[in-house]
């Protein structure tokens, strides 16, 4: 498995994508940092926010479990240590669009905030 290290966000978050684009949950967290944190899109207004590795595997299981859950990239761009990206998950009979905020450290994800269209 390639790391994120030495990669700039821009290429940690490409690799993030490409992990979770082949449902595979272990390579997405090695892309994450012990204390990375995740902030859902649920419940409105506010989402939850999910801290480390074991909290975010729960969170999202279901996703990964879900072989017709897809997420496209819209738009990717990044300034310094931050990265945005504008997206559509799909699964089976809907759609949402959204947008995530990563923030990257020493080559690995140390936050994804997401958002979405309401």
């Known amino acids: 498995m390639i790391l994120g290290r ?10 993030f994508g490409n992990a979770w684009g082949a449902h595979d949950l272990d390579a997405t967290l090695a892309l994450m940092t012990d204390d990375c944190v995740f902030e859902s899109t649920d419940p409105a207004p506010d989402g939850t926010r999910y801290a480390g590795h074991e909290a975010i595997r729960q ?15 819209e738009d990717t761009f990044g300034f310094g240590d931050r990265v945005v990206q504008l997206w559509t998950y799909s699964w089976d009979g809907g759609h949402v669009r959204g947008i995530d905020v990563f923030l990257v450290r020493d ?3 140390a936050e994804k905030r997401s958002y979405v269209k309401g």
């Open 6 to 15: 030495g990669m700039d966000p821009l290429g940690v978050i490409d690799a």
């Open 59 to 73: 969170a999202w299981r279901p996703i990964f479990d879900d072989g017709n859950a897809r997420f496209e990239a």
């Open 107 to 109: 080559g690995k994800v």
